[in-house]
T-cell receptor, first 111, second 117 residues
Framework: DVKVTQSSRYLVKRTGEKVFLECVQD?????MFWYRQDPGLGLRLIYF???????EKGDIPEGYSVSREKKERFSLILESASTNQTSMYLC??????????FGSGTRLTVV | AQTVTQSQPEMSVQEAETVTLSCTYD???????LFWYKQPPSRQMILVIR??????QNATENRFSVNFQKAAKSFSLKISDSQLGDAAMYFC??????????????FGKGTHLIIQP
């Protein structure tokens, strides 16, 4: 069964910490995405990558960076976590015009 | 920039009845894709149905069908014979045609669907 795996389901971090959210896909997809989901706001695109070492800003990139050193892995980095980054983070991958496969999400709380 | 609007934050329907979820979008593109995703409490986003804008025929997947009105930029989802397992958040999403899948999806804010037994 093809899948996108996010390393943590729940995460609690302190303000100012550097936080890494990891996402791995086993479908050999070229494209990977990080979304943030907040109640009443839907999903908003943070960053995406269409190839190894390539990245593009989405709609809300401020406070975040990403890394894609290998095709199957796409990491979201919070350089200095803040309380307003408390949210649900969803990773997705795709290889064509149709198929987006999502992970199960990481619920991050910054205290 | 494209926007997707879901005007119903919450909908409730009796089991076995039919419910329609609304979605409108704004774009200057002529070719694009539209999607409905379901997110149950497990948080896993599940593709319900997709529609290519160049196709006039409305997409159908079992009990799920869409009413795609391109001129009106409307894309509603009809769920027939509602089941308890249909209870979830439903998101309407847009993606432009070009880009080979590299473009992200633009999502609406979601509709929480409640199924009354």
């Amino acid at each position: 069964d093809v899948k996108v795996t996010q390393s943590s389901r729940y995460l609690v971090k302190r303000t100012g910490e550097k936080v890494f959210l990891e996402c791995v896909q086993d479908m050999d997809h070229e494209n990977m995405f990080w979304y943030r989901q907040d109640p009443g706001l839907g999903l908003r695109l943070i960053y995406f990558s269409y190839d190894v070492k390539m990245k593009e800003k989405g709609d809300i990139p401020e406070g975040y960076s990403v890394s894609r050193e290998k095709k199957e892995r796409f990491s979201l980095i919070l350089e200095s976590a803040s309380t307003n980054q408390t949210s649900m983070y969803l990773c997705a991958s795709s290889s064509n015009n149709y198929g987006y496969t999502f992970g199960s999400g990481t619920r991050l709380t910054v205290v | 920039a494209q926007t997707v609007t879901q005007s119903q934050p919450e909908m409730s329907v009796q089991e076995a009845e039919t419910v329609t979820l609304s979605c409108t979008y704004d774009t200057s593109e002529s070719d694009y894709y539209l999607f409905w995703y379901k997110q149950p409490p497990s948080r896993q986003m599940i593709l319900v149905i997709r529609q290519e804008a160049y196709k006039q025929q409305n997409a159908t997947e079992n009990r799920f069908s869409v009413n795609f009105q391109k001129a009106a930029k409307s894309f509603s989802l009809k769920i027939s014979d509602s089941q308890l397992g249909d209870a979830a958040m439903y998101f309407c999403a847009y993606r432009r045609y070009s880009g080979g899948g590299a473009d992200g999806l633009t999502f609406g804010k979601g509709t929480h669907l409640i199924i009354q037994p």
